[in-house]
C-alpha cells in the first residue's frame, strides 16, 4: 500500500496494523459498494489479484499485471457475500494473486478482505465501535514452492550447492514454515 498514485513512498503500518506482517493491507467494504483496486506491480514477474466475497467486473478478462504494469480491478460487493442475520457485523474473505495460485501464495501475495453490512464502516472505512481488528492467516508456508527459493538459495547459503541438492528431504522440510502470517513461531 502507497501514499498516493505514484507509488513511490509506501504507506507506514500504523501500531494496529504491525500484525500483518506477511499479509497485504486490509480491504474494507460494505454491502453494494463497488470497490476499484489499483494493482501496481513492483515485482519482477507477472502478478494479479483476486477475492473471495467479490465479482469481478470483465472477470474473463481479468487481467495479469507485468511487472511494472498498473491495473485497475472492479469488485462488487454482492449481498451474498456479507453477514447473515446471525453473523457478525462483518466476514472475513481473502484475496490473493492468481497468475500461480501455488507459488504466488508461498510467496506471500495473500492479504484480508473483510465484507460489512452497510453502516457498519465509518468514513475511514474503519469498523465502528471496535478499536481493534485482527487477520489471522495460520498456514504452513512451503517455502520450496516460493517463485523465490533460487533467489534465497542465493543470498543465505554458503558454498558450494547446486539444484539436485533442492530435493534434499532435510532441505525441503526445513523451507516448511508452519507460520501465522508469515511469522513462525517456537
Known amino acids: 500500500e502507497y501514499t498516493d498514485g505514484t507509488f513511490k513512498t509506501p504507506k507506514k503500518r500504523t501500531d494496529a496494523e504491525q500484525h500483518l506482517e506477511i499479509l497485504g493491507p486490509f480491504i474494507w467494504a460494505e454491502v453494494g459498494d463497488m470497490l476499484n483496486i489499483v494493482f501496481r506491480n513492483n515485482a519482477t514477474r507477472p502478478y ?3 477475492a473471495h466475497g467479490v465479482l469481478e467486473k470483465n472477470h474473463r478478462d481479468s487481467k495479469t499485471a507485468m511487472p511494472g504494469e498498473i491495473v485497475i480491478y472492479q469488485w462488487d460487493v454482492p449481498e451474498r457475500s456479507g ?5 457478525s457485523a462483518c466476514l472475513s474473505w481473502i484475496y490473493y494473486s492468481t497468475v500461480d ?3 504466488d501464495l508461498y510467496s506471500g501475495l ?11 464502516l465509518d468514513s475511514n ?9 485482527f487477520a489471522l492467516l495460520f498456514l504452513v508456508f512451503d517455502e520450496n514452492q ?20 533442492q530435493q534434499d528431504e532435510e532441505f525441503m522440510e526445513s523451507n516448511k514454515m508452519h507460520a501465522i502470517n508469515g511469522k513462525v513461531y517456537a
Not at 110 to 120: F, I, M, S, Y
Not at 125 to 133: L, Q
Request: proline fraction near 6%; include cysteine; charge should be positive.
Open 48 to 50: 494479479s489479484i483476486h
Open 83 to 87: 453477514p447473515g442475520p446471525n453473523d
Open 101 to 103: 495460485r501455488v507459488k
Open 110 to 120: 495473500v492479504g484480508p478482505l473483510k465484507v460489512c453490512r452497510k453502516g457498519t
Open 125 to 133: 472505512g474503519r469498523r465502528k465501535g471496535v478499536s481493534k481488528e
Open 146 to 165: 516460493s517463485w523465490y527459493l533460487e533467489e534465497n538459495v542465493k543470498i543465505y547459503i554458503q558454498g558450494d550447492w547446486n539444484r539436485s541438492q
